[in-house]
């Protein structure tokens, strides 16, 4: 389903679920499995880019060519062994995507996460039956900052005018990418990132997390009378 009265476009890791750290972590054990040491602080600034542009971070060029397919498949694995089960739904992530559905918007999921973490994640959060569109870094050739997975999702969207679709995310990444894509972006600080980060990144209003953006939805960006 699409609908002409606009869309929003939720990134989903610290957006709608909190799994920031248990991501971090994975990716600290990850590293330190192939001899390379990196501290949880710094990979966890680097959380909401996807494997292609977080790897380059942490891993010289040359190892990145031999290895860098090889590590991103180790940390994929780990984190599902290990740290996919403690992740858990923000609170109003549900009420928040029922409300934007009933006002006839249109809901769709944008992540630097692989679709199958991706679809996972619907399922813990409990809302595949309000998605209409989701796009992975399985859609993209380079996941954000880059614009491409919020390209994918607009391709998906062709009854939504650009100018009446906005993103919701929790990185500075995401509101840089949207920005690349022609969208406006809504912050939410739930992820760890600083306000002021968000707001040089160009993010449009600012909210704690997606309980916060549904008790403030009649001043929100993406309300129907403002899009």
Do not use: N
Not at 77 to 95: E, S
């Amino acid at each position: 389903m699409t609908s002409p009265r606009g869309a929003v476009v939720f990134d989903i890791d610290g957006t709608l679920l909190d799994s920031v750290d248990q991501h971090a972590r994975a990716w600290v054990e990850a590293f330190a499995h192939f001899g390379i040491q990196a501290e949880e602080a710094e990979v966890r600034r680097q959380i909401g880019k996807g494997g292609d542009q977080l790897l380059p971070v942490f891993v010289d060029p040359d190892r990145l060519a031999r290895e860098g397919e090889t590590i991103e498949a180790y940390r994929s694995d780990l984190f599902k062994r290990r740290y996919l089960d403690q992740v858990r739904p923000f609170p109003g992530v549900r009420a928040l995507l029922a409300r934007l559905r009933e006002d006839g918007l249109t809901v769709a999921l944008a992540s630097s996460g692989k679709a199958s973490e991706v679809e996972h994640y619907q399922k813990i959060l409990g809302i595949e039956d309000l998605v209409d569109a989701v796009t992975s870094a399985d859609d993209a050739d380079r996941s954000k900052p880059h614009p491409d997975i919020f390209e994918a999702v607009l391709r998906k969207l062709p009854d939504c005018p650009k100018e009446s679709v906005i993103a919701v995310g929790d990185t500075p990444y995401d509101a840089e990418a949207a920005g690349r894509a022609g969208l406006a972006t809504i912050g939410v600080l739930c992820g760890g990132f600083p306000e002021a980060d968000l707001s040089a990144a160009g993010c449009i209003a600012i909210y704690r997390d997606p309980q916060d953006l549904l008790d403030g939805y009649a001043q929100a960006p993406f309300s129907v009378k403002k899009l």
